[in-house]
């Protein structure tokens, strides 16, 4: 259960006394109220559902006014009863909303990416997003944690070692020629090595423990360059499990097991049908595909987890369609499955391909991001040390490049420009990071203020506060739905709205100083609250 007070909830209730309105009907903070609900489903006289409606609404103590307008129902609640709430959380639990989920356990896996070079901000996207749901849902009470499912057995990371074997094999292996090896077996490709993966492949499947660490060392390597580049973005992945471990301890071989009453053969293939359509699990050669360790992989993560959300390319609906047949039509799979869908990045020449050399590198973006960064800390702070410039221009560079991915609907292809990804102003993390600075500064000047009781409340004073009460919902949609850019709009929202209330409503020695500065220390713990969702670093100064 959601615990705040949620009045779109009491509202829709209070409602279905007469109409049937359902809660896809009502929407919050729109242009015309605080909740505005959509009447199209009523069919009745329009002068009798403005009476009905008027009865039912004109005694609820939360509502400040109504109106029916059309076939909208706009209600707005009354400004210091949301006032109330605010300060009354903050002043009793700390936080707003407190927690309103079970504390179940929940795995979110995501990154992912084959290691087989350096992260490219396309796979940035999958991470960025993964990390930022796995702050949700914390937030909302469950026990989360991160996964990265370490593709070692598959075709990519065997050309990765062959590439090294062929190319390099009398050097130190670095990241820099084991991707020109990799790189060189893609333009060299012919017969051989696809024998030499197939040999390899059948190692692997005996469990032969000595080829697995050479090639396992090898991805390593690649592995942990790319860990080291998302940690300046701020994603850090609490746990990896390798692929090859489930060939290893058997467990491919039990599902295998689990399905032979409806495993059918093509040659000495293994396949299972779905919808008319052949989803293979073992080559001819009786080695697995991804397919069937994927099912030992999910099996694995179902022992531990109520929830288990995987963060994958558009490109992989079809497996996970296949995945969720199998595991709860035919394996009576009991775990909580969702799957997140992202869109690709490309860039304006084309789609990015590690193997072709078309990528622009996570590290790429960070270094020209802290540049740019530091040449405007520069420009709005020059009395500012070295080591502050630096510091500010870290936090500002980190939050941009997530900020800059999380804004955009996931299901949304982005075309990735420079100019777009090194812009800090408009809606960008640095106008959300100024804003709270700027809240911090007023709150620092502020000395011993006697209460007074508040009773008016001007429109920017309103608006500020309502974006504040209205936080819940946000945060309960982007839970629901999984979308971290539910959150990156409504920090813009608020962001936007204590601007106004900045410009417009003087603080410091006015007559309005106490109740201007209990908002603003509102806002400031509504912002500590929300933009770490999102891996926005704030600082008290930039």
């Known amino acids: 259960m959601l615990l705040f007070d949620d009045y779109k909830k009491q509202l829709i209730t209070k409602l279905n006394t007469v109409y049937k309105i ?31 409606l008027y009865n039912i609404l004109k005694r609820e103590a939360y509502i400040e006014r109504f109106e029916i307008n059309g076939k909208y129902l706009n209600v707005w609640l009354k400004t210091k009863l949301m006032f109330d709430i605010l300060d009354d959380a903050f002043q009793r639990l700390g936080i707003y909303p407190d927690v309103f989920q079970d504390a179940e356990k929940a795995l979110v896996e995501h990154t992912s990416a084959n290691p087989t070079g350096p992260i490219h901000i396309g796979r940035t996207r999958n991470s960025i997003i993964g990390d930022s749901i796995a702050r949700i849902i914390e937030r909302t009470g469950m026990r989360v944690m991160t996964q990265y499912y370490v593709n070692d057995s598959g075709k990519q990371v065997l050309y990765l070692y062959i590439g090294h074997e062929k190319f390099h094999n009398t050097e130190e292996p670095t990241v820099e020629n084991l991707l020109d090896g990799y790189q060189k077996i893609y333009n060299n490709m012919d017969d051989s090595i696809e024998k030499e993966v197939s040999e390899l492949s059948k190692l692997y499947e005996k469990g032969d423990t000595e080829t697995i660490k050479k090639i396992q060392d090898i991805a390593g390597i690649v592995l942990s360059s790319i860990m080291e580049s998302l940690k300046k973005i701020d994603v850090n992945i609490m746990s990896y499990v390798w692929e090859s471990s489930f060939i290893v301890n058997g467990a491919t071989s039990r599902v295998m097991t689990m399905l032979e009453n409806n495993i059918k053969s093509e040659g000495n293939a293994k396949y299972i049908e779905y919808n008319g359509k052949k989803i293979y699990l073992t080559r001819s050669d009786g080695t697995s595909l991804y397919f069937v360790r994927d ?20 490109d992989h609906k079809e497996h996970a369609k296949n995945l969720s047949y199998v595991l709860k039509d035919l394996l009576n799979f009991n775990a909580l499955l969702r799957f997140v869908f992202y869109d690709f990045i490309s860039l304006e020449t084309g789609k990015m391909s590690t193997r072709k050399g078309n990528i622009v590198t996570l590290d790429d973006l960070y270094e020209k991001t802290v540049e740019e960064s530091i040449k405007v800390v520069r420009e709005k702070r020059p009395e500012y040390t070295n080591e502050k410039t630096m510091e500010i221009a870290l936090a500002i560079a980190s939050s941009s490049i997530r900020f800059n991915i999380s804004k955009v609907n996931q299901n949304k292809p982005m075309t990735f420009r420079w100019s ?3 812009n800090f102003e408009g809606d960008s993390a640095p106008y959300i990071m100024y804003a709270y600075a700027r809240a911090k500064s007023i709150v620092k000047k502020i000395k011993n203020i006697k209460s007074i009781e508040l009773k008016d409340f001007n429109e920017y004073e309103r608006s500020l506060i309502k974006n504040m009460f209205l936080y819940p919902y946000y945060l309960r949609s982007a839970y629901e739905n999984l979308r971290p850019d539910i959150i990156a709009n409504y920090l813009l929202t608020l962001v936007k709205s204590f601007n ?43």
Request: charged share 35%; proline share 2%; net charge negative.
């Open 22 to 52: 359902d809660d896809k009907d009502a929407e919050i903070n729109t242009e015309h109220g605080d909740i505005s609900i959509r009447l199209f489903r009523i069919n009745d006289d329009q002068e009798k559902i403005r009476n009905n």
């Open 295 to 314: 099912i030992a992989y999910h099996l694995y993560k179902a022992g531990d987890y109520d929830v288990i959300i995987d963060v994958l390319g558009e």
């Open 500 to 542: 106004d209330f900045y410009t417009n409503c003087p603080v410091i020695g006015s007559n309005e100083e106490y109740k201007r500065s209990k908002i603003i220390e509102m806002f400031i713990k509504i912002m500590d609250d929300a933009a770490p969702l999102l891996g926005i670093k704030l600082l008290d100064e930039i």
């Open 420 to 422: 777009e990804a090194l």
